[in-house]
């Protein structure tokens, strides 16, 4: 997860894939992301927050505020029926890049050959 | 020692110093940075520790501040609520306003001289759009408008408003297309009710088919029977109040013309003066079967009555009317063969009478359609010239306004802040230019709508969709005059002023020149246009009718016929008055136009020629009365039975157009005219009997004591009142029946130039605030550089300038662009007097001393509007100057 623009396109996927998973928090969302990619996430986690709102103000999420086991106001985000139709699309296209690029990089399809 | 909450609270102080993150934001990131201090504590950390790394992961002020602003609104997204960021804006306007209201303050002078520039600018486009509205609003109450359609008769190329009696009813038998048809005939009845008694100069035979087709309000009667049977009127709300009082007319007989009586079948609400058919009365048609002539019915070139005709709904009118010359053809063209006449039958929109009809002998007023743009353009200009008052006034201030520039930008404002503070004020002072405007309009609309002969009413303004208008020219007239000054200004390098290099008087000067010898040249072919205009007008309703001599009054006897019986008695009465000189009855007097005879004279080759021309009946007192000159010939004598019938008198005009030259030739010549014949007696001088937008037509005139309508009563008085009170009871000793209904000649004719007058009328206010506005701009420029070139003066003087040179030196460029203004301006007074000048037969030359006279005016007034400021400054002791610095 090194060049940037691939972080730019694949941030929103990644955070609709948590939020997939059951309502969160900003912070929590971060911590799943860091440690499913080991750590190997290069943004600071100030500038994920606008991605999130981003997201909001698409309507792909929602958002309403709570309070945190230490009674802090806490902002709490969810998928909507949106965002669940938006992350399938999401889902099929870089299923689809995935499985090209794994198919192209598997040692039994024969390698490029260019045209003489 | 390291505190946690401090940290905490120092890095939330530094975050929010970033404007893109709002509040929640900024509890978000907080509630973020201690989940990951405290996971980070129970991970065995230390405080400080912990929090070096969790800042550390959440990232820079910076940083963060760049990804709110980038992903999120892509520009700087302000804190707060809407609410709260309305106030931030709201607060900033206020602060505007507040600076822009004491600006006006501490210039007072300039603001006050940029008010009353644009509230002049302000009142004549307002005036001209009442007076627009008004003139395009005519005959549009009628719900078949678009279906309505006068028939028209076209003699010779030219089309006349009247047709034949048989028109209508013919047209109708024959074309399917034509729905209903309306055939009006004018006028002029004695009304009278117990001891109440009206003259109506406009009302009408009308069939009874009139209220289907015109929308006219009916306030009392069914309106589809009142007209039908004979014997029937109906009057206009005025007409019946004048002659019943409150009381109910409906069923009251009126005695008509102290000879028959009618019975009120009906009353509709008074005409409105936004059509071109006024009236006060209608009598039903079917009335004047008895009692108009027989011929009247049957003859097709008896063109005096106004015929209109509904159309189906979805006929096409010029395909209708392109059938007219099968019909003429079968119906009028032959009897025209016979007698040597022709006419062609055509059809004119409603909506088009008023202003787009040049229609002759209209049965009410006309507009014209052409001087509507005209008015609209001279509108824009004016509201143009005041707009060139401020950006010239705002540009040669500049100066003084330079200083608070130079700190507003010391202190940071960019100079799209301070366009926008110029261009609020521009706007401001344009609103309060409006308001002014407002109130001199609602003060000045009673007399605008006297010279422009309309009522012209104050509320059609607040109409939501003139509001808008109004809305939309304040701001755009605002910021269009407050452009470029703001532009200007706003662009001044704060350094430049505290170098001390100061856009002072040379900033915008050629702009401020060629809008100044604008302003100016607008205001000369205004203000020449008008006096030639003028010029033209009492030329042509002074002596130019060829009518010399005494006053004359014109008293209207209707078709009275116990006056008629009495002629000569009640002129003999009149002639025992002193002051009178003679009296005369005759069928018409110069202005009106009754008769148009078809009119047969023998030629020199003795042949009988057919031709039109008007007709006057007269008696013998007549020709000496209006001053005729027999050129060939005589009067009419009493000596001489004959000439009752059998003798005519002929204009210069009829005897040409009889191919008689020189005219005396067409002495004891015979003639046939309307069932009588005889000879030529006498050839007169062409006198102007009509006006005087027309050539001189063929008239002819005859002896006949039953077709009188006025008494001309030639006097010579010192004391008018007097006398006419005089006459008055002599009138009433003799003709109790009918009121003394006089006129003087000179205001009948001059009724014919209305549409002239008041042109010219408007033209003399809009030239009035052309010129008021362009002096305004000027003595404020004046006070504005010679303020600014003070020292100057004062250094000028020391070394010894008189006054007069530094008044020559401070309006020398001045007067140089009036100047230009004026040769760019006589050209275009020249052109465009002389079109309008074509427009009347008999004209004065374009008088080239009326174009350099006005010039001389404008550079006077220009002179006398600066001349204020020179002086002063040319007077001043230099010693203040000096030590001024």
């Known amino acids: 997860m090194s060049s940037k623009s691939l972080t730019a396109a694949s941030v929103r996927p990644i955070m609709l894939s948590v939020l997939a998973e059951g309502e969160s928090y900003g912070y929590a969302v971060m911590q799943r992301i860091h440690l499913l990619s080991n750590g190997d996430v290069q943004w600071s986690d100030g500038t994920l927050y606008p991605v999130l709102h981003r997201l909001e103000l698409e309507k792909l999420i929602a958002s309403r505020w709570g309070k945190s086991e230490t009674g802090r106001k806490r902002k709490y985000y969810s998928l909507t029926a949106l965002g669940a139709k938006a992350l399938a699309v999401e889902r099929a296209e870089w299923m689809k890049v995935h499985s090209l690029l794994a198919r192209l990089w598997s040692p039994s399809v024969e390698p490029i050959t260019v045209n003489s | 020692m390291f505190n946690l909450e401090t940290a905490v609270a120092t890095w939330l102080h530094s975050i929010k110093m970033e404007r893109s993150l709002k509040e929640d934001d900024i509890l978000e990131l907080e509630d973020h940075l201690r989940n990951h201090i405290e996971e980070l504590l129970s991970e065995g950390r230390t405080p400080e520790d912990s929090f070096r790394e969790a800042i550390k992961r959440i990232g820079g002020r910076l940083e963060i501040g760049h990804a709110y602003q980038d992903i999120f609104w892509n520009k700087v997204h302000h804190r707060g609520s809407l609410q709260a960021e309305l106030k931030a804006r709201w607060t900033i306007l206020v602060h505007y306003l507040k600076i822009g209201f004491r600006n006006l303050k501490r210039q007072r002078l300039l603001a006050g001289l940029n008010i009353l520039g644009l509230a002049a600018g302000f009142s004549a486009i307002l005036f001209i759009g009442l ?16 279906r309505i359609y006068r028939v028209e008769a076209i003699w010779d190329g030219d089309p006349f408003a009247s047709s034949a009696m048989r028109t209508g009813p013919t047209l109708l038998r024959d074309f399917p297309q034509i729905e209903s048809m309306v055939r009006l005939y004018h006028q002029e009845p004695l009304l009278q009710f117990d001891d109440r008694k009206v003259i109506l100069k406009q009302a009408w035979y009308a069939d009874s088919s009139l209220l289907n087709i015109f929308d006219f309000e009916v306030i009392s009667g069914d309106s589809r029977t009142m007209l039908s049977r004979p014997g029937t009127i109906v009057l206009t709300e005025s007409t019946a109040r004048h002659l019943f009082g409150e009381n109910n007319p409906l069923g009251e007989q009126i005695l008509v013309d102290n000879a028959w009586s009618a019975e009120v079948t009906g009353v509709l609400k008074d005409a409105s003066l936004r059509s071109h058919l006024p009236f006060e009365a209608f009598i039903s048609l079917t009335t004047s079967e008895q009692r108009l002539p027989g011929d009247i019915w049957r003859d097709w070139f008896w063109t005096e009555s106004y015929t209109y005709v509904l159309l189906a709904e979805n006929v096409d009118a010029s395909a209708l009317s392109a059938n007219f010359t099968d019909f003429e053809e079968e119906h009028i063209d032959p009897i025209g063969r016979e007698q040597g006449m022709q006419y062609d039958l055509s059809l004119e929109k409603l909506s088009n009478l008023y202003l787009h009809s040049d229609a002759l002998v209209p049965p009410g007023p006309t507009g014209n359609g052409g001087r509507i743009p005209v008015f609209v353009g001279i509108g824009i200009l004016i509201l143009l010239l005041a707009g060139f008052n401020f950006t010239n006034l705002a540009t040669a201030s500049s100066i003084t306004r330079t200083k608070e520039i130079g700190v507003r ?72 005059a407050g452009l470029f000054p703001a532009v200007v200004l706003a662009r001044v390098k704060a350094v430049s002023i505290m170098k001390g290099v100061l856009p002072g008087v040379g900033s915008g000067k050629t702009l401020r020149s060629v809008l100044i010898t604008i302003q100016f040249a607008v205001a000369i072919v205004l203000v020449a246009g008008t006096l030639i205009v003028k010029d033209q007008l009492s030329f042509i309703s002074s002596a130019s009718l060829g009518i010399t001599g005494e006053t004359i009054l014109v008293v209207d006897i209707g078709e009275d016929g116990d006056i008629q019986n009495a002629r000569e008695r009640i002129k003999g009465a009149l002639m025992a008055d002193p002051d009178v000189f003679s009296v005369t009855a005759s069928s018409d007097s110069p202005g009106t136009n009754r008769n148009s005879a078809r009119t047969v004279v023998e030629n020199d080759a003795g042949e009988m020629k057919v031709q039109f021309s008007k007709l006057y009946f007269v008696d013998h007192d007549f020709v000496p009365t209006y001053d005729l000159e027999l050129v060939a010939g005589r009067n009419f004598s009493i000596d001489r039975p004959a000439d009752t019938d059998g003798a005519m008198i002929i204009n210069e005009r009829a ?213 204020h400021s020179a002086l002063t400054a040319a007077r001043m002791n230099p010693v203040d100057s000096i030590r001024n610095e």
């Open chain 2, 655 to 867: 005897a040409m157009v009889f191919e008689y030259d020189p005219p005396s030739e067409a002495i004891g010549k015979r003639f046939f005219q309307w069932g009588k014949e005889g000879v030529i007696v006498g050839v007169i001088k062409d006198f102007n009997f009509t006006s005087l937008h027309d050539r001189v037509r063929p008239l002819s005139m005859r002896v006949d004591q039953t077709e009188n309508r006025h008494l001309s009563i030639k006097l010579r008085s010192d004391n008018w009142p007097e006398t006419l009170a005089r006459l008055e009871t002599i009138w009433s000793e003799h003709v109790p029946h009918r009121p003394f209904d006089v006129r003087f000649l000179d205001d009948r004719l001059e009724s014919l130039y209305a549409s002239e007058i008041r042109f010219s009328n408007l033209l003399s206010l809009f030239a009035g605030l052309a010129i008021l506005i362009g002096s305004l701009g000027l003595f404020g420029i004046a006070s504005l550089i010679s303020g600014q070139r003070f020292r100057e003066i004062g250094i000028r003087k020391a070394l010894g300038a008189s006054i007069s040179e530094i008044v020559i030196l401070l309006s020398k460029e001045t007067l140089v662009l009036i100047l230009i203004s004026g040769a760019i301006a006589a050209p275009l007074v020249w052109t465009y007097t002389s079109s309008w000048l074509e427009n009347f037969a008999y004209r004065i030359e374009v008088p080239w001393l009326t174009i350099v006279g006005s010039v001389v005016v404008a550079v006077a007034i220009a002179w006398l509007s600066i001349s």
């Open chain 2, 131 to 146: 007076y627009v509205d008004d003139e395009l609003k005519f005959d549009a109450m009628h719900e078949k408008a678009d």
């Open chain 2, 409 to 480: 930008k010391t202190m940071g404002a960019a100079s799209g802040q301070l366009t926008g503070q110029f261009l609020l004020e521009s706007v401001l002072t344009s609103l309060s230019g409006f308001l002014v405007a407002l109130l001199a309009v609602r003060m000045a609309l009673p007399f605008v709508s006297r010279i422009a002969g309309k009522q012209l009413s104050f509320d059609e303004l607040l109409d939501p969709a003139y509001l808008f208008v109004i809305l939309g020219l304040i701001v755009v007239v605002g910021l269009a």
